[in-house]
């Protein structure tokens, strides 16, 4: 386990700003006790420094995992997001997408949402921005980038795509194997 380059620093932070913006401060400087991210195996970990400290003490050829996995970088040195770090954009997002119970099922199989799934928007949310969805009940369910601003999905049949999927809830079901 090891720190973050300054280029992996980088497209972390780049793809979780694309989230939760300048309420990335808030994941680093927090009021109970400092958080720090580190590489392990090609996964970013979001971890406490005194559980740092201890998983030092670990060989790591022993250790498995150490605090919340956020994401893995590809071979191609792409950094891409694990649902597992949904609580965490959930709490701090911008832009969010409430889906309607129709909607919800489809989502959670790995399927874009449609604008007839849509139930409610963020206002003055831009095109290609990162958004948390969530059910009607306020309960995260996953991620994903718009495809269309608020302003044009009015406009918009039901059928068109307003929220590209990129990860979801789900995946703990369809992919629990290859997850951690």
Known sequence: MRPL??????????????YIGKNLVHLIDRPDEPYC?????????YVSESSMRLGVS????????????????????????????????AQYAKYKVWIKPNGEMSFLYGNHVLKNHLGRIT???????????????????????????????????????IVFHQADVGEYLRDEDTLF
């Open 5 to 18: 380059t300054e280029e992996e620093s980088k497209a972390v932070f780049e793809k979780l700003a694309n």
């Open 58 to 89: 670990v060989a790591r050829p022993s250790l498995i995992s150490l605090g919340t996995c956020f994401g893995k970088f590809s071979k191609s040195g792409k950094f891409k997001l694990h649902v597992t770090s949904l609580d965490y954009l």
């Open 123 to 161: 206002e003055d949310t831009p095109e290609h921005q990162g958004v948390v969805v969530y059910s009607m009940n306020d309960v995260p369910l996953g991620f994903g980038v718009t495809s269309r601003s608020t302003v044009d999905t009015r406009k918009l049949d039901p059928t068109a795509i």
């Open 37 to 45: 991210f580190r590489l392990h195996k090609d996964r970013v970990y």
